[in-house]
């Protein structure tokens, strides 16, 4: 199947200071990558859609200045975390579209998640 | 707007059993529906998916699910549960032509007792 890897699978940082995350589609092209955010024992929140060489889409309620992202090619997106707090310390999961002309194929595969604890 | 319910926040089931998790959703039309499974401090593992076609999918370490149009259901089955299948199961339904864009249920935890 196809793999999605994260970078770095844990943070620990400062509050005030700022970390990015990488994500990567290991073995195919993604166009359009997901970020989610999973706080514990909950689900899966939607924060953002992350397309190649176009602006992010950002789910509502999210600070598009705060959680700035970059898919800067076709296997790697970056969601970096301005400024982080306390409150921002979470689960973070991203997922890479394998879309392969559509149909049976439009699948999102999710890398392994990065958890972030700002101090 | 799609959404998914998953009614059982947890279910705990013998070794040996078979299993049964719940998943309905609500969609205009016949949605992309999924099921993944997520370990703890882990992403998520693509189960199986349901497109269009056949209604029963088969899907990795002997899963299926049943598409139920009728019913507006996507329930995943196993018939004999292996204690490594304790996880948190998620069943989540896609937009078709709206980018694939999921939308999670709460999930379900399973607990199985050896």
């Known amino acids: 199947g196809a793999v999605v890897s994260q970078h770095p699978s844990r943070v620990i940082c400062k509050s005030g200071t700022s970390v990015k995350i990488e994500c990567r589609s290991l073995?195919?092209?993604?166009?359009?990558m997901f970020w989610y955010r999973q706080f514990p024992k909950q689900s899966l929140m939607l924060m953002a859609t992350s397309n190649e060489g176009s602006k992010a889409t950002y789910e509502q309620g999210v600070e598009k200045d705060k959680f700035l992202i970059n898919h800067a090619s076709l296997t790697l997106s970056t969601l970096t975390v301005t400024s982080a707090h306390p409150e921002d310390s979470s689960f973070y999961i991203c997922s890479a579209r394998d879309y392969g002309g559509g149909g049976s194929t439009d699948t999102q595969y999710f890398g392994p998640g990065t958890r972030l604890t700002v101090l | 707007a799609q959404s998914v319910t998953q009614p059982d926040i947890h279910i705990t089931v013998s070794e040996g059993a078979s299993l049964e998790l719940r998943c309905n959703y609500s969609?205009?039309?016949?949605?992309?529906l999924f099921w993944y499974v997520q370990s703890p401090g882990q992403g998520l593992q693509l189960l199986l998916k349901?497109?269009?076609?056949?209604?029963l999918v088969q899907g990795i370490k002997g899963f299926e699910a049943e598409f139920k149009r009728s019913q507006s259901s996507f329930n995943l089955r196993k018939p004999s549960v292996h204690w490594s299948d304790a996880a948190e199961y998620f069943c989540a339904v896609g937009a078709p032509g709206g980018g694939n864009k999921l939308t999670f249920g709460t999930g379900t935890q399973l607990k199985v007792e050896l």
């Open positions: 349901y497109f269009s076609g056949d209604t």
């Open positions: 073995d195919f092209q993604a166009t359009t």
């Open positions: 969609y205009g039309a016949t949605p992309y």
